[in-house]
């Protein structure tokens, strides 16, 4: 079975970007020995991510796992007057529920849909009975954990120490590491709520993003125009993210 992290050909519409659904196009399904993959395959269950839509609350029990195939998924922490930040971004590298393979069963963060697509669910007892039997699926959702503890570290480190344009441009490049194209659908409020500012901070730095030539925002789209200088424009935190995915993850080789 191949162990590519090349996306599949996509068919362009109207300047998105659709993908037929298949479970391959997540990349930790992708990496499965054959024998995992086989008793895997009929467990999974194509699912609709659209936006806003909460796959899980803050320390509810979980029910299910997540790959998301075209969809990103963000986590974040919720305070007790409802303010929210985000803590991570999951899209179709990863996967969404791993307190269920830590053995917590729930998280005081939540799960929402951060830019719409699909994904494909398996349920928690299946998802925790192939990581404690199958040695492959261990040590590769093992990697991608501590690739995602390197993220959240990260991110805290960068809202406290680094500039909103700094942190806008991170988040910008996040994302798009997670999508099969270059544009984003979102507001500046629900970026606002992401990285947990004022929306005014927001619409600031995205207008300094875009009269320096690398985004365009329209009408809720964001599409970046000059990704080289995005990446040069933003903080050391997100090459250090990329940098341990591509360690921990180099050829998505569960062995």
């Given at each position: 079975?191949?162990?590519?992290?090349?996306p599949?050909?996509?068919e362009?519409?109207?300047?998105?970007?659709?993908?037929?659904?298949?479970?391959?196009?997540?990349?930790?399904?992708?990496?499965?020995?054959?024998?995992?993959?086989?008793?895997w395959?009929?467990?999974?269950?194509?699912?609709?991510?659209?936006?806003?839509?909460?796959?899980?609350?803050?320390?509810?029990?979980?029910?299910?796992?997540?790959?998301?195939t075209?969809?990103?998924?963000?986590?974040?922490?919720?305070?007790?007057?409802?303010?929210?930040?985000?803590?991570?971004?999951?899209?179709?590298e990863?996967?969404?529920?791993i307190?269920?393979?830590?053995?917590?069963?729930?998280?005081?963060?939540?799960?929402?849909?951060?830019?719409?697509?699909?994904?494909?669910?398996?349920?928690?007892?299946?998802m925790?009975?192939?990581?404690?039997?199958?040695?492959?699926?261990?040590?590769?959702?093992?990697?991608?954990?501590?690739?995602?503890?390197?993220?959240?570290?990260?991110?805290?480190?960068?809202?406290?120490?680094?500039?909103?344009?700094?942190?806008?441009?991170?988040?910008?490049?996040?994302?798009?590491?997670?999508?099969?194209?270059?544009?984003?659908?979102?507001?500046?409020e629900?970026?606002?709520?992401?990285?947990?500012?004022?929306?005014?901070?927001v619409?600031?730095?995205?207008?300094?993003?875009?009269?320096?030539?690398?985004?365009?925002?329209?009408?809720?789209?964001?599409?970046?125009?000059?990704r080289?200088?995005?990446?040069?424009?933003?903080?050391?935190c997100?090459?250090?993210?990329?940098?341990?995915?591509?360690?921990?993850?180099?050829?998505?080789?569960?062995?």
């Amino acid at each position: 079975m191949p162990h590519s992290v090349t996306p599949p050909p996509a068919e362009v519409v109207t300047a998105e970007i659709t993908l037929r659904p298949d479970p391959l196009q997540n990349m930790l399904l992708a990496a499965l020995p054959p024998a995992e993959w086989a008793r895997w395959q009929p467990q999974l269950e194509l699912v609709d991510l659209p936006l806003g839509k909460v796959l899980h609350e803050s320390s509810v029990p979980m029910n299910y796992v997540y790959f998301p195939t075209s969809a990103i998924i963000s986590l974040l922490y919720v305070l007790e007057n409802g303010a929210s930040a985000e803590i991570a971004v999951v899209g179709f590298e990863g996967v969404v529920g791993i307190s269920i393979m830590m053995g917590g069963g729930s998280t005081p963060s939540r799960a929402v849909v951060q830019s719409a697509g699909k994904g494909y669910r398996l349920r928690a007892e299946a998802m925790k009975g192939e990581f404690d039997r199958s040695t492959p699926v261990m040590h590769l959702m093992l990697r991608f954990i501590q690739s995602l503890i390197t993220q959240m570290s990260q991110t805290a480190v960068c809202n406290r120490h680094h500039t909103l344009d700094q942190q806008l441009c991170r988040w910008l490049l996040l994302s798009l590491d997670r999508l099969h194209g270059d544009q984003l659908v979102m507001t500046q409020e629900l970026i606002a709520n992401m990285l947990g500012v004022r929306r005014e901070g927001v619409t600031e730095a995205a207008l300094n993003l875009q009269k320096a030539g690398l985004i365009q925002y329209a009408r809720g789209h964001i599409t970046v125009m000059d990704r080289p200088g995005l990446e040069k424009r933003t903080c050391e935190c997100y090459e250090v993210v990329k940098k341990e995915y591509d360690r921990l993850l180099p050829d998505l080789e569960a062995t």
